[in-house]
């Protein structure tokens, strides 16, 4: 079978660069556009790992690291179950002041591609929804996420289809599984932005220290 060309799938996918991901974001919050599209393309990941997480997480106290927030679409998404202790991040200052005040306890500017200001063992969860995708933040920022989770924490998050061998994903959560850093709980193809036939991997690991 033909492999899925998902990198032709959406504009944003041809980009490489972080500054030329950031001006597209950036002309993508005008007007609430990104959140107007997530709507009509029926993007599902937020919804989808918000489900996976508080199947594991039933702490609605939880402290939650929002990796690449966005407008923050995941926020709302917990809320509605009834969890409301969110921590956002995001390169996108643009994106950022389009989410909904008071819905995090704080949002910070942040490029995850870099070490996170957060200290060690912080959160019970960390949540990257969407932003392990083309051109955007790279395995690496899997090794902060740990760092800044408690023992026994949540690691929950989509890998598009399109990079999850490209840019090394698989190699790097068997890794952590060999190094016992975590312990996968979930992982499995999502339906993640099925209206342009493009999904993602979901995973849920539990931090080991
Ligand atoms: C597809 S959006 C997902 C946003 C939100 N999680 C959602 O599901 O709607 C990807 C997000 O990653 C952010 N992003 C891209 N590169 C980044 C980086 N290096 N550091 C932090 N955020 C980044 C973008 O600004 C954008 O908000």
Redesign the pocket.
């Known amino acids: 079978m033909a492999q899925k060309d998902v990198g032709n799938k959406i504009p944003i996918y041809k980009l490489k660069k972080?500054d030329e991901?950031?001006k597209y974001?950036d002309e993508w919050g005008e007007g609430n556009k990104y959140d107007q599209d997530?709507v009509d393309w029926n993007?599902t990941?937020?919804k989808e790992t918000a489900e996976v997480l508080i199947k594991y997480e039933k702490n609605k106290d939880a402290k939650i690291y929002?990796a690449?927030?966005?407008?923050g679409?995941?926020g709302v998404e917990l809320k509605k179950h009834g969890y409301s202790n969110f921590y956002g991040?995001?390169?996108?200052q643009k994106?950022l002041d389009l989410v909904p005040k008071g819905l995090y306890q704080k949002l910070d500017k942040?490029?995850?591609?870099k070490p996170i200001e957060e200290e060690d063992n912080f959160f019970d969860a960390v949540m990257c929804?969407?932003?392990f995708?083309f051109g955007?933040?790279k395995p690496p920022a899997l090794d902060e996420f740990i760092r800044i989770t408690k023992n026994k924490g949540l690691i929950c998050f989509t890998i598009n289809e399109g990079i999850h061998e490209e840019y090394g994903f698989d190699k790097k959560i068997d890794q952590l599984k060999k190094d016992n850093k975590w312990k996968e709980v979930e992982f499995f193809k999502s339906d993640y932005i099925a209206s342009k036939d493009v999904n993602a991997w979901l995973g849920l690991y539990e931090v080991i220290k």
């Open positions: 972080t991901v950031m974001y997530m993007y990941g937020p929002d690449g927030c966005g407008t679409l995941v991040a995001d390169l996108s994106l942040v490029d995850l591609n929804v969407g932003t995708t955007h933040v």
